[in-house]
């Protein structure tokens, strides 16, 4: 599966908690909102409530009357949705009102139970519609038994208001997220920045345009920079030091080599030609093994940290150094390559892989060898191509195998082209051998390109 960025982490994380905290705030402002109209509505309600109190009284014949109408005009006017009604406390609201607002018609309201302290509540009133009521018992001078009035007043302003005030708050918060979300983006760009110029460093020094990590960097990051810039430091100089003693361990070796080679053609030139040959066999055999560990020692310390060769230098070279080796044959070496391209690692790696294919290529080509170097996707592709007899593909598999030479008679350790193969791969390239357009053996050799 593949990992998402720690910008991604960030961001969604960010994402989430703003989607979150602006859901939740309006809910709690919707709901504080539609709290806030209630309470207005049930102190209206309680003032009703008490000027209704203030107009109630009993007349000369024990009826109960109001002595003047409401102040609201609400009341006088046919299902307005402000409505009073009074009853018997004793009846349990269950006979007619004894008396209402006009408001109300023929229905009445189904007040329940009385309780000062409970407040406000809701009912369903007339024609079905959401009611907010207050109902409350009192005495009057002159009448048995308590009263009931109910005031109550339609709910569907309120609603209405809410909802308008939830399409005005979900605009206004939708704003706000964009610019959160757009705040939020661009905190994690500029935060993860260093991190970016961090990466694009190390591909520098990846494509040996650099050797060290520069710059200036937060303190977070500061001595992550420190420890890699150390790590390559040391990195350098141990390559170095297993370099120097394998190079010593060779060159230790080949005096004592040279000096068994030696005896043995003292001893063939003595006539002891059986112990001369199987001599010269192991002593040939030891050269083979010290060459091929002495190179893969060079192979694996190869692709340091910022290096680059221009590979048109090196091609001048082992031209003109192949080309007066093998010239008195009539061999022809045409080399076309770009001053520009580069090569990510050392020049005398280059000089090791191209040197031992243009090589091989003299050896077996009749009178031409062609060279071409071109650029394809941040790579180089170094051909070398020759018009000699060729090899079958049987034969361009067992080519690479280390030691592996299908002429006894032509000079050669048969490590070449093992040797270029496993220094390409070092450097995440590859060495293809293929059919040559000439007829011969097309070497194909694939290197990381720098710049």
Avoid at 133 to 152: E, F, H, S, Y
Avoid at 248 to 274: C, Q, Y
Avoid at 321 to 346: K, M, S
Avoid at 423 to 449: F, H, M
């Amino acid at each position: 599966m593949r990992r998402a960025s720690l910008q991604r982490r960030l961001f969604l994380g960010a994402l989430a908690w703003i989607v979150v905290a602006l859901v939740v705030t309006g809910l709690v402002l919707s709901l504080l909102f539609r709290q806030h109209l209630e309470d207005e509505l049930a102190r209206r309600l309680d003032a009703d409530f008490l000027q209704l109190v203030s107009q109630l009284s009993v007349d000369a014949n024990g009826r109960l009357v109001q002595a003047r109408p409401m102040s609201d005009p609400l009341y006088q006017r046919v299902f307005s949705g402000r409505y009073w009604q009074v009853d018997s406390a004793e009846a349990g609201g269950a006979a007619e009102p004894l008396l209402r607002s006009r408001s109300l018609w023929q229905h009445r309201l189904d007040s329940g139970e009385s309780d000062a302290a409970s407040g406000p509540r809701r009912i369903v009133g007339v024609r079905a519609t959401p009611l907010l009521a207050i109902a409350r018992d009192i005495t009057l001078p002159r009448r048995a038994g308590a009263l009931r009035l109910t005031v109550a007043a339609d709910l569907r302003p309120v609603e209405n208001a809410v909802h308008s005030f939830i399409g005005a708050l979900m605009l206004a918060l939708g704003v706000l997220a964009l610019g959160l979300i757009a705040a939020a983006a661009l905190q994690v760009g500029l935060g993860l920045r260093p991190l970016r110029r961090l990466r694009a460093e190390l591909g520098a020094i990846r494509r040996a345009a650099s050797t060290r990590v520069s710059g200036d960097y937060p303190g977070e990051v500061a001595p992550l920079v420190a420890d890699l810039n150390t790590v390559l430091a040391a990195n350098e100089s141990l390559i170095e030091r297993a370099r120097d003693q394998a190079g010593n361990l060779a060159h230790a070796l080949k005096t004592p080599l040279s000096v068994i080679g030696n005896e043995a053609d003292r001893l063939g030139r003595e006539g002891d030609t059986v112990r001369a040959t199987r001599l010269q066999r192991e002593v040939q055999a030891m050269r083979r093994q010290v060459d091929w560990h002495l190179a893969r020692t060079r192979i694996a310390g190869t692709r340091r940290a910022g290096l680059a060769t221009p590979v048109a230098p090196v091609l001048a070279r082992l031209q003109r150094t192949l080309q007066r080796l093998h010239g008195e044959a009539g061999l022809v070496i045409d080399v076309d390559c770009d001053d520009a391209l580069v090569f990510a690692g050392e020049s005398q790696d280059l000089e090791q892989m191209l040197g031992n294919l243009m090589d091989n290529a003299c050896k077996w080509a009749r009178g031409v060898i062609e060279v071409r170097v071109l650029r394809e996707d941040g790579r180089l592709c170094l051909c070398v191509d020759d018009d000699g007899h060729g090899l079958d593909t049987a034969q361009r598999e067992q080519a690479l195998v280390r030691g592996q030479r299908f002429d006894e008679t032509t000079p050669g350790s048969g490590l070449g082209l093992a040797i270029v193969s496993d220094l390409a791969a070092a450097y995440d390239g590859a060495l293809v051998l293929e059919a040559a357009a000439l007829g011969g053996l097309s070497a194909q050799l694939w290197l990381p390109a720098a710049g």
